[in-house]
Structure formats: structure tokens, C-alpha cells
């Protein structure tokens, strides 16, 4: 590393993300202390009126609900995506396998909400199916509730999981089970001594990717969910839009950042590693992850020999 | 060996199916004829409407498709160019960057959102095109930076002191050397970010203001205000549409690599 | 093309707090093939690479034919660098890369095609021109990034480890075909390496370095035959080195009084008075052994005896570990020439006798 035009070349990039993404979180923080406007915006007074609202118990209710959820959803999404993480590093097809796993992806966001809205809607596939099978009469309510938004949350995000738990496994030594069977540990027992701490790493990876979005989800719990499984993206939400109370919704968002920041630092630095390093690996490591769930097999199938190397 | 992995086996095609349901739901009602949720039979009425008579639809197609090019090419540039920098040489703020290119990475699309949207009617911006504009450059930029780099590592710093040994210059280091060996990384960086502009929702929702529709947020209006099962043919149209995008950009990019 | 001279004088260099440099001085002469040899961290690549101008020094010059070239950037100084990984470019072919200088000049393409067919035929690599870096062979890529850097005409070619990649075989090869376009173009070398035998191999002289220090400048057998430092004589082959006072001086002859031996005789052509603490060295190979007590009258001849610790068999040698009735112990190469050499066998535990002329052991440190 040497001192030359990087200062130059890196200027751009830094003015950019400290106007458009460094100020705007300053700004909230700011807000966050401020008198709300009479139509959204604020009054110039030093206030912690949005500190106090905060603390009621609609948004401790919410609040709690977001946990319950986002714990949850992300809970079920790892128990999936571990075998399946695991079956795809132990196959011989892992491109297809891969495949199989991303093309879902190639759908816009909203349009595989939609999907599932058409699937377990009153008029529905699945009512459709079950009257048409003779099995009810009415149809049945799916959607709507807490179940509808966890699950739809667990599909959006099941590859995000899937990925990192499929790279780091793939990694994994698998003669070193075969190395504990041989002393005599059962195969679950294998698995849970040899292989789960050795992919330590994949799984938290696989938690921060999955649980970070799902905390902050908005357009789920708006569309499949109804008030019980209102969410704290939610609150912000109307917070800003409908109540325009800016202070507020500031002040949600600024609790809701300092949940996931110092969460994602507890995490790393419980596995182990330096909490900034980590954190710039797991930036790394999702922004690689992405860009095959993305713009799929470009670059997920580097096997195949896709790139120049 | 078969019935060593039944368990993971058996999750693995679970799975798969669960991701596939939906998709197959969409195909199947894009060919329905009636409008409500039952099978009627078969029609491509949908399909026609899509094509047709869906003029706001187009419109925030073309939206979508100007905002993912345009934000993409200056993220492209910009966090290209920032890698750059980063990688290979010291300057005052560079572990800043860094920091900040990994930040967005784990704050929630809605934080992204709301922050700017403050931002942009503190400062009395209009929303529109430009600010939404604006959000994906700037949610797009980290990813780029990230891709980038990650190909960058790969090499060594005295690539760079060959080329000045040879008698390149910085810029003609960067524009001969640099950026053609970094090709890759910076066609996968750019093809990210316009996936990740066209895919965008919350960010868009809410810096978005009049004129400025993108698909995704016609689909959620769609969605709100009485589903049309044009948004079935249009799924369909889509998940064609970037299978033979992708199809069509890996065969380049091997071109490229072969070449 | 012609080399030049390049004369190093009192460059010192540190990163932080470590000393990469102390004081160097050198004169490497025109056309010479000169290697800096010394272990990892020694400074000799921080040295390559303040002649190259990718490093400037603190304090000291750096002459080029006289001109002093630290102001110059690395492509202002008729000088250029073969690096120890190719750093080829990857996106250019083997006939862009050597192209790549030329064309940055905007030499007609005519001129570039002919000159660099020339230098693609001098590193035999005229058929493979159209080929990406990553389709060659380690030691195809090596050749290309010679080729690269010689299309310059520079009159200076610096080398930083460009063999370390290869295999050993391979090495054996490339330090042939170096040693051969040497002596075709005839510019000067400068060859950075850590391997002893790649430095004594084809070096006109070499320069031993450690901790930043130059410690002995001289052709390979002088290196290697009378290393001025206990370092350079451990550093360079395998050796037997041990300490003692000086008991009397005889012209050249040193006698040399140690607890482990005895009295040892060996040559020094300017040796410091008796009493002085030194250090002598005797290479494995000058050490002759034998069952039988040699029967000799010649005076300066060294004789021990011991017992067979270790034979280790090798095929073409045998390398034994013989202890000293003084507790020392000694490495003895014996070669197997030829059926007639083979003598007795001598096995583990054998007691035997060991001999070696005075003239074949140096004095090579005196110790505070």
C-alpha cells in the first residue's frame, strides 16, 4: 500500500455515502430530540417527548411483537436452511442445486408477497384447493394475521440463509466426521461436535442476514398482516406518513439502529473475532452473497468458470 | 449412502418446493380467464391487457429502468473508483470508508428510507425521480465498493509499480491496467446494482413523490387497491425476462473472459 | 545494449522502528550479473527496490553511470524490475504485456510487432504471444516479465526473487536460461535472492547481507571458501564453525588452541596476534575420513578422532556426524566417485579418523 492518487480516486465515494447516508442518520438522531411540526417537519425546541412516547405501552406492545416475530421467523429460517445448506455441500450437483435454490429470486419482492397473497388468500389457491377437494365449506381466513407474516418472511429470506450456511459447510473438512464417527459419536452427535462448531461462522452470518432485514420489515406485515402483527418498520412508518410525527418515527428508527448495530457487535464478538473485522467480513460476505441471489448464476456458479480468473 | 442424508434429503426438496409454490401459482393463474381466484380456464387475456392497455404500467417500467442504469453506472463508477483507492493506497479517511461502505450492510432497508426521506424534506428537495435517484446510488454504491474489492485482493501491489516501471503514469495505470483487470468484479458490481435499483421497494416507497412510480411500487399499489391478474402475466413475463437476461449476460461475460 | 555501473553509497532505510537498511555501501560493475543474498527481512529487496525507485532511502545515494538517480521515478531511471510474483497483467496477452511500455510511448505498430517478436524469441516464447498470462506455465510467465522489462533497453535489470515461485527443478532451468540471456545482452543483473546455491550458481559476485548490514562482497568461491563473518559461513553450504584462541602465528599459519579439539591448525593471510579470541570454519567436504590413523608427516595436517554418530546416505555422498573425543561434533561429506573409492564401509558407531589440511580451514572472525 503506498501513498499516491487513493485519496483522489476514493474522494467521490466518500462525499457521496457521508451527504447521502452519514448526514441523513445524523439528522435523525437530531430529530429524534426535536418538537414535532404542525404538518410533519419539526420546531426548532429540545424536546424528549419522543423518547417518552416511545416508552407507551402500544409500542412496547409492537416492539415486543417485532422481537417475537423477527426471532422467530429467523429461528425456523436457520432450522430449514441448515440441512439444506448441508445436503447442497454434500452433493455432486451443486450448480443445479444452487440454481434451484435462486431462481425463485428472479421475481421481484413484492410480486413473490403477492404470490402468497393469491396462495392463501379468502378466494385463494389453497381455499380453492380445499373446497374443491370437499374439505370445507367457507373459506379460511390465512391471511392476515402474525403466522401469514412469518411465514412470508420466512420464504423471502430462506436463501439468505441458505447461501452462507451452503459456502461455509462446503468448506468444512468432511473426513473430520468420518474422523468422529470412527472414535464412536453417533451422526447427530458427529454433527453436533465436529461440524457445528467448525461452521460457527456461517450460521452467524446466516442469523445477521436474515434477522437484520426481518427487524426492519415494513412491506410484509403491511401486506399479509393485520394490526396484532403490526411491526416497528410499520409504526415508523405511519409515524412519518400518516401521523407526521417526525420526531418519533426519528426516534423508532434511531432505536431500532442501535438495536441491530450493537446486536450485529455482541454477535461478532461473541464468535470470536475483532468486531470491526467481522462486521466488514460480514458486509463482505453479504454483498457477495447477494450478488449471485441477485443477478444469479453470473456469478454464483464461478465453478462452471463464468469469470475470468 | 442414500439413507445417510434422508433427513437433509427430505428438508433439501421441502424446501425447493416451498420456493417454487408461489411461482407455480402465478403461472398457473396468468392463464386463468376469470378475474377472481378460481380457475375458469384458459386464456391469455392477461397477457394481452399486459402488453396492451397498461400504460402506467409501462410508465413505471420505463421509470424503473432508467433509475436502475442511471444509479448503477455513477454507483459503479463511484465505488469503483473507491476501491480502488482503498485497496491499494493509504490516505486520510480511508478505514471511514471503509467503515461506512459496511454500515448499510446491516442497518434495515427502512432505516435507509426514513433517514433520507428526512433528509431530503429537511433540506426542501422535491421528491421524485432525482431523489429516488439519489437512494439507490447510494444504497448501490457499498455493494459495487464490496464487489469490487473483493476482485481487487486478488492481486498484488506490484502489479501496479509494474506499469510504473513500464512508464505509466496514475492514469493511465488506472484506465490500462486497473480497471480492464478488474473487469469482472466491476460487470458483476454493476449488474448487482441494477438488480438490487429494479428490486428496491421500501427505500424507493419512501423517498419516492409524484411521477416518479417504479414497478415495484405500481405492484404494491396493485397489490393495495384491488389486485389485477395482470400482475400475474407480468411475473411470468418477468421471470422469462431475467432468465434470458441472465442467460444472455453469462454467455457475454464468458465472451469476455475467453476473449 | 550496454550496462551500466551502480554504486550504492550510505543508504540507510527504515520502516518505523525497524531498520531495513544501515549504512550500505556497493559498487556493482557494468555488465555484471551481481546477486544480493541473505535470509527474509534482511533488506536486500528494500535495497532492489530503492534502485528501482519504487523506495526512496533517508539518507545515502544511488548512482547510475555516475548520475545520481533518486530523483528519478522508476521509469526516469534506465533500470527495470522483474518482479518475484511475474505481475503480469493479467487482461493483456504475453504479446500486450511486452508490448505494453512501447505502446504507452505510441511507437508505431509496426516497430512494436518487430521489436517485441524480438524479445518474445530471445525468452523463446515467439509462439505463444496470443496467449493470456494464466495459460502459461510458471516459468513461461517468467520469461514473459523478463522479456517485459528488457524491451526498454534499460542497461540495469533487477531481479527480486524471480525464481522463488518455481519448482526446484524448474529453478535449475530458468537459472540457466537467466545465466544465458545474460550473456547475450550483457547488461548489468542485479538478482535478489535467499538461495545460496541459486547466488553461487550463476553470480559474478555477490553481496551476503543480514539485519540490513552488508557483510562480504566477493566472487562465489571467495564467498564460499573464506567467509569473512561466522553468519556468511553458516549462511553459505553447510560448514563446521567453532571458536578458540590463537596459541602461535606462523606466516600464514594459524594455530589455534580449543577446548573441543586441541590444537587446530588453519590459514589466515592476515592474522591477529596470538591470544585473540576467534572463530575458524572447515567445510564437510575438505574433511577426509577414514578407519585408519592417515600415515602423514606433513605437518599441517589436522588430525582427529572420533566416532560415527549419524551416516546419512544420499547416493552420490554420504554425510556423516562424527563426535570428537572432545565432545564436538563434526559434519564429513565423503563422495562416492567411483568403485575404487569405496574403501572399507563405514558404519554407525565405527571409530574413526578424521583429517584435514591447514590449508582448507580459515580463520574467519575474531570474537570481543
Known amino acids: 500500500m503506498k501513498r499516491g492518487p487513493g485519496g483522489l480516486y476514493a474522494t467521490p465515494a466518500i462525499v457521496w455515502l457521508t451527504v447521502f447516508f452519514i448526514a441523513p442518520l445524523f439528522i435523525i438522531v437530531l430529530y429524534s430530540f426535536l418538537r414535532p411540526g404542525l404538518r410533519g417537519g419539526v420546531e426548532w425546541s429540545l424536546t424528549f417527548d419522543a423518547y417518552r412516547a416511545i416508552a407507551n405501552p402500544t409500542f412496547a406492545k409492537v416492539t415486543l411483537n417485532t422481537i417475537v416475530v423477527a426471532l422467530g421467523a429467523t429461528l425456523v429460517t436457520l432450522l430449514i436452511a441448515l440441512p439444506c445448506g448441508y445436503y447442497m455441500a454434500r452433493s455432486k450437483n451443486q450448480t443445479l442445486l444452487l440454481l434451484l435454490v435462486i431462481i425463485p429470486f428472479w421475481t421481484n419482492f413484492l410480486i413473490r408477497i403477492y404470490a402468497w397473497i393469491a396462495i392463501l388468500g379468502n378466494e385463494g389457491f389453497l381455499n380453492d384447493m380445499l373446497q374443491a377437494l370437499?374439505?370445507?365449506?367457507?373459506?379460511?381466513?390465512?391471511?392476515?394475521?402474525?403466522?401469514?407474516?412469518?411465514?412470508?418472511?420466512?420464504?423471502?429470506?430462506?436463501?439468505?440463509?441458505?447461501?452462507?450456511?451452503?459456502?461455509?459447510?462446503?468448506?468444512?473438512d468432511f473426513s473430520l466426521l468420518e474422523a468422529a464417527r470412527d472414535l464412536g459419536a453417533s451422526k447427530f452427535g458427529a454433527i453436533r461436535r465436529v461440524l457445528m462448531p467448525n461452521i460457527k461462522g456461517g450460521v452467524l452470518t446466516a442469523f445477521l442476514f436474515t434477522f437484520i432485514p426481518i427487524f426492519g420489515a415494513y412491506a410484509v406485515p403491511l401486506l399479509v398482516g393485520g394490526t396484532e402483527s403490526y411491526?416497528?418498520?410499520?409504526?415508523?412508518?405511519?409515524?412519518?406518513?400518516?401521523?407526521?410525527?417526525?420526531?418519533?418515527?426519528?426516534?423508532?428508527?434511531l432505536v431500532i439502529t442501535l438495536v441491530t448495530t450493537i446486536g450485529v457487535m455482541l454477535l461478532v464478538r461473541a464468535n470470536g473475532a475483532n468486531v470491526l473485522g467481522g462486521g466488514k467480513e460480514a458486509s463482505e460476505a453479504k454483498a457477495e452473497q447477494s450478488a449471485p441471489l441477485l443477478n444469479a448464476s453470473l456469478v454464483a456458479l464461478p465453478h462452471s468458470g463464468g469469470g475470468a480468473s | 449412502m442414500k439413507r445417510r442424508s434422508s433427513f437433509s434429503r427430505a428438508v433439501f426438496i421441502g424446501t425447493i418446493v416451498f420456493l417454487f409454490m408461489p411461482l407455480f401459482v402465478l403461472v398457473l393463474y396468468s392463464f386463468n380467464e376469470s378475474k377472481s381466484g378460481s380457475w375458469t380456464g384458459f386464456s391469455l387475456r392477461w397477457y394481452i391487457k399486459l402488453f396492451s392497455d397498461s400504460p402506467d404500467l409501462w410508465r413505471a417500467f420505463g421509470n424503473s429502468a432508467i433509475i436502475a442504469l442511471g444509479s448503477a453506472l455513477v454507483a459503479t463508477v463511484i465505488g469503483t473508483l473507491g476501491a480502488i483507492g482503498v485497496n491499494w493506497y493509504r490516505f486520510r479517511l480511508r478505514s471511514y470508508l471503509r467503515t461506512v461502505t459496511f454500515l448499510p450492510m446491516i442497518l434495515p432497508e427502512i432505516i435507509i428510507g426514513v433517514s433520507l426521506l428526512i433528509f431530503f424534506s429537511g433540506l426542501g428537495f422535491k421528491l421524485g425521480l432525482f431523489t429516488v435517484f439519489v437512494a439507490h446510488v447510494s444504497f448501490n454504491l457499498p455493494f459495487v465498493f464490496l464487489l469490487v474489492l473483493a476482485r481487487l485482493e486478488e492481486f498484488d501491489f506490484s502489479i501496479i509499480e509494474a506499469a510504473r516501471d513500464l512508464g505509466a503514469n496514475d492514469t493511465q495505470t488506472l484506465m490500462k491496467v486497473i480497471v480492464p483487470m478488474t473487469m469482472p468484479g466491476i460487470v458483476s458490481g454493476f449488474l448487482t446494482a441494477v438488480t438490487l435499483s429494479l428490486e428496491d421497494f421500501v427505500i424507493t416507497f419512501f423517498v419516492t413523490g409524484p411521477g416518479a412510480t417504479t414497478l415495484p411500487l405500481y405492484v404494491y399499489s396493485a397489490i393495495r387497491f384491488g389486485v389485477s391478474p395482470v400482475i400475474n402475466a407480468l411475473s411470468v413475463v418477468m421471470i422469462l425476462g431475467t432468465i434470458a437476461l441472465t442467460w444472455s449476460m453469462r454467455n457475454f461475460l464468458k465472451y469476455i473472459a475467453a476473449k | 545494449m550496454i550496462g551500466s555501473d551502480v554504486v550504492i553509497e550510505n543508504v540507510s532505510k527504515s520502516f518505523g522502528d525497524f531498520a531495513a537498511l544501515n549504512d550500505v555501501s556497493i559498487g556493482i560493475k557494468k555488465g555484471e550479473f551481481f546477486s544480493l543474498l541473505g535470509p527474509s527481512g534482511c533488506g536486500k529487496t528494500t535495497l532492489l527496490r530503492i534502485i528501482a525507485g519504487f523506495e526512496?532511502?533517508?539518507?545515502?545515494?544511488?548512482?547510475?553511470?555516475?548520475?545520481?538517480?533518486?530523483?528519478?521515478?522508476?521509469?526516469?531511471?534506465?533500470?527495470?524490475?522483474?518482479?518475484?510474483?511475474?505481475a503480469l497483467f493479467p487482461h493483456l496477452t504475453v504479446f500486450e504485456n511486452v508490448a505494453f511500455s512501447l505502446r504507452l510511448k505510441k511507437q508505431p505498430e509496426a516497430a512494436v510487432r518487430e521489436r517485441v517478436n524480438e524479445y518474445l524469441r530471445l525468452v523463446e516464447l515467439q509462439t505463444h504471444g496470443s496467449k493470456k498470462p494464466a495459460q502459461l506455465s510458471g516459468g513461461?510467465?517468467?520469461?514473459?516479465?523478463?522479456?517485459?522489462?528488457?524491451?526498454?533497453?534499460?542497461?540495469?535489470?533487477?531481479?527480486?526473487?524471480?525464481?522463488?515461485?518455481?519448482?526446484?527443478?524448474?529453478?535449475?532451468?530458468?537459472?540457466?536460461?537467466?545465466?544465458?540471456?545474460?550473456?547475450k545482452i550483457g547488461i548489468t543483473f542485479i538478482y535478489v535472492t535467499h538461495d545460496q546455491q541459486e547466488a553461487l550458481s550463476v553470480s559474478d559476485r555477490i553481496a551476503v547481507m543480514n539485519a540490513g548490514k552488508v557483510l562480504q562482497v566477493g566472487t562465489p568461491q571467495e564467498i564460499y571458501e573464506a567467509p569473512a563473518t561466522d553468519f556468511v559461513a553458516k549462511f553459505i553450504g553447510e560448514t563446521n564453525l567453532y571458536e578458540g584462541s590463537i596459541l602461535s602465528?606462523?606466516?600464514?599459519?594459524?594455530?589455534?588452541?580449543?577446548?573441543?579439539?586441541?590444537?587446530?591448525?588453519?590459514?589466515?593471510?592476515?592474522p591477529p596476534p596470538s591470544g585473540t579470541r576467534v572463530s575458524w570454519t572447515v567445510r564437510p567436504e575438505k574433511i577426509r575420513i577414514g578407519p585408519d590413523k592417515p600415515s602423514t608427516s606433513r605437518n599441517a595436517l589436522n588430525l582427529i578422532q572420533g566416532r560415527v554418530d549419524e551416516p546419512i546416505y544420499s547416493g552420490f555422498q554420504t554425510k556423516f556426524y562424527v563426535k570428537t573425543a572432545g565432545g564436538a561434533t563434526l559434519k564429513v561429506i565423503k563422495q562416492h566417485a567411483d568403485w575404487s573409492d569405496e574403501g572399507p564401509e563405514i558404519a554407525w558407531k565405527d571409530?574413526?579418523?578424521l583429517s584435514f589440511s591447514a590449508e582448507d580451514a580459515f580463520l574467519v572472525e575474531v570474537k570481543g
Do not use: C
Open chain 1, 134 to 172: 370437499g374439505l370445507t365449506n367457507d373459506s379460511i381466513r390465512f391471511l392476515y394475521n402474525r403466522w401469514a407474516v412469518a411465514l412470508v418472511l420466512v420464504y423471502t429470506y430462506l436463501p439468505y440463509a441458505i447461501l452462507p450456511l451452503f459456502s461455509t459447510i462446503d468448506k468444512f
Open chain 1, 231 to 253: 411491526m416497528l418498520g410499520n409504526l415508523i412508518a405511519d409515524e412519518l406518513t400518516k401521523s407526521r410525527n417526525w420526531p418519533l418515527a426519528s426516534a423508532i428508527s
Open chain 3, 56 to 86: 526512496q532511502p533517508e539518507s545515502g545515494t544511488v548512482l547510475l553511470d555516475g548520475k545520481d538517480v533518486l530523483p528519478l521515478p522508476p521509469d526516469g531511471r534506465k533500470a527495470n524490475t522483474v518482479f518475484q510474483n511475474y
Open chain 3, 140 to 183: 513461461q510467465k517468467q520469461r514473459v516479465a523478463i522479456a517485459r522489462a528488457l524491451i526498454n533497453e534499460p542497461s540495469v535489470l533487477l531481479l527480486d526473487e524471480p525464481l522463488s515461485a518455481l519448482d526446484a527443478k524448474l529453478r535449475q532451468h530458468m537459472l540457466i536460461e537467466l545465466d544465458a540471456i545474460h550473456d
Open chain 3, 249 to 270: 602465528v606462523n606466516g600464514e599459519l594459524v594455530t589455534i588452541e580449543s577446548a573441543e579439539f586441541g590444537s587446530v591448525q588453519v590459514t589466515d593471510t592476515d
Open chain 3, 351 to 353: 571409530e574413526v579418523w
